[in-house]
């Protein structure tokens, strides 16, 4: 399955762009955009594709989607039905392609600009967030163009200091990472990068962040909250999918193009990050 690059160009002279889509269901195309897009669902419900997550979408889901991240909001089969009267309706916000960017300049703007990082694999935030959500949301609708970008921040800075979310594609499918030169970790970044479909080395890494194997293997830890293979693993299977969605690949083959040595292996790791099979999470696809 190929996703498709489509147009959510911000009208001229704006920054972002506010509108409520009301459908019989949403767009039934895997795709994606350069423009960040914040979706706040309010009817309907289905399976959301963002990245290699797969998960059931329902109404209070608010869900950020960062630049190019291929994503589908696919509803349940009776929203397709001839007779159905039922809608698929959400509050959708596309940012211009260098909102993010033209905020570097802002010392203030930090924790917004760390959200939209974030959002380069997509975050699903906490539903009980919602009312306030669509309240704040309402009142953009209601003000003229200034109050309009003042009140947005405000959106923006709620989510950015909300602390329940969950990052929805992995660092695998996306590729992609906050790389800091003057960090010692980003070395370590660029050799996994370059080496998870061979072997990794806890040793190598230790060196490129110039620390005692034990004590890199500790503070990787720390900062990720994971071991170096299992970080190295995620990356693996997050591979494995965007191979899996093509179906250039047997699963087999796609085994050990990921960096597995071991078919076994590999369906353990699979079915344990993702909950199901490799075989599982092509039919899915293939099925939507």
């Known amino acids: 399955m190929k996703a498709q690059p489509i147009s959510r160009t911000v009208y001229q002279n704006s920054s972002f762009r506010l509108k409520e889509y009301v459908y019989n269901n949403f767009l039934k195309v895997w795709h994606y955009h350069p423009e960040v897009e914040l979706i706040i669902i309010l009817e309907s419900t289905g399976t959301r594709f963002i990245g290699d997550s797969i998960e059931k979408f329902e109404p ?8 190019n991240l291929p994503h589908l909001w696919l509803n349940d089969d009776v929203y397709f039905e001839e007779d159905s009267t039922l809608q698929a309706r959400c509050h959708g916000i596309h940012f211009h392609k260098h909102f993010a960017e033209n905020l570097k300049n802002i010392p203030e703007m930090e924790s917004i600009r760390n959200l939209f990082r974030r959002a380069d694999r ?12 669509i309240t704040q949301i309402v009142e953009i609708y209601e003000s003229d163009e200034c109050t309009k970008l003042i009140k947005l921040f405000e959106v923006l800075l709620h989510l950015a200091n909300e602390s329940e979310y969950e990052l929805l594609s992995s660092a ?3 590729n992609t990472f906050e790389r800091k030169k003057d960090d010692k970790i980003f070395r370590v970044y660029e050799y996994i990068l370059n080496n998870f479909t061979q072997e990794v080395s806890l040793e190598e890494a230790a060196d490129l962040a110039n620390m005692e194997s034990s004590s890199f293997s500790r503070y990787f830890k720390r900062i990720h909250k994971k071991t170096l293979t299992r970080f190295v693993n995620e990356i693996r299977i997050g591979h494995a999918c965007k191979l899996l969605i093509e179906q250039n690949y047997t699963v087999s083959e796609i085994c050990y193009r990921s960096g ?13 990050l993702k909950g199901m099979t490799p075989t599982e999470y092509i039919r899915m696809y293939t099925m939507s």
């Open 60 to 67: 209070g889901d608010i869900v950020l989607i960062g630049k």
């Open 122 to 133: 997509g975050i699903k935030f906490e539903s009980n967030k919602t009312e306030s959500i």
């Open 172 to 174: 695998g499918f996306v």
């Open 260 to 272: 597995f040595n071991n078919i076994s292996h590999f369906n353990r790791q699979f079915k344990s």
